[in-house]
């Protein structure tokens, strides 16, 4: 982690907001997982629900660590194909093509970032509302940190899109997050609520 933090701190394009993003999804899904743990004795979630929950925010938090790297290889591609040379035609067409991959290509962590949040949100929606109350604020912030990650991948999607070529690709993932964005909103709401009405904030 310290290792991490000190490189994403230097003045270097890689690793940056994406990989900061995939990082707060894994630490959404860490707190989630403990939760889910500390609610199995002291909650209102049958047993066989929380230890699913519990298996599947692991399997996230373990596939978002990977997304850290990921997000940084793939802005590197990025950054490679704008390297390449463009001295006759057929250079320039091959280097566009390589950049319009690379871009498509830095998606790809990102929207893991956004399906996998909204996914931490539900969970904490559920274990906000009949978890261990001893670990409420644990799950809100599980929800926080799940909420900030899914508006990073939102800005880093939108970022590559803005220099996408391809109708249908754009229509297609604008379409996704669309729908991913009225779930969140939906989520959120409900969140939000229910840590008002237990803290009063």
């Not at 379409?175 to 409900?190: A, F, T």
């Amino acid at each position: 982690m310290e290792r991490f933090l000190k490189r994403l701190s230097e003045d270097t394009p890689t690793p940056g907001g994406g990989s900061a993003s995939a990082l707060a999804v894994a630490l959404s899904a860490s707190l989630i997982s403990m939760v889910a743990g500390l609610s199995i004795k002291k909650g209102k979630i049958e047993e066989k629900k929380l230890r699913r929950i519990k298996r599947e925010s692991l399997a996230i938090q373990k596939r978002l660590v990977k997304a850290i790297n990921e997000d940084e290889e793939a802005y590197n591609e990025v950054i490679k194909a704008f390297r390449l040379p463009k001295n006759s035609e057929k250079e320039h067409l091959y280097r566009i093509m390589k950049i319009q991959k690379a871009y498509k290509k830095a998606i790809v962590p990102p929207m893991l970032v956004c399906k996998n949040s909204i996914k931490l949100l539900d969970y904490s929606k559920i274990l906000i509302s009949h978890g261990n109350p001893n670990a409420i604020s644990d799950a809100g912030v599980s929800a926080l940190l799940a909420d900030a990650a899914f508006r990073g991948g939102l800005l880093n999607i939108g970022a590559n899109l803005s220099s996408l070529k391809d109708k249908n690709f754009l229509k297609r993932t604008k379409i996704l997050i669309g729908k991913l964005e009225k779930k969140r909103d939906l989520l959120m709401e409900k969140i939000l609520d229910s840590l008002v009405k237990v803290f009063n904030i």
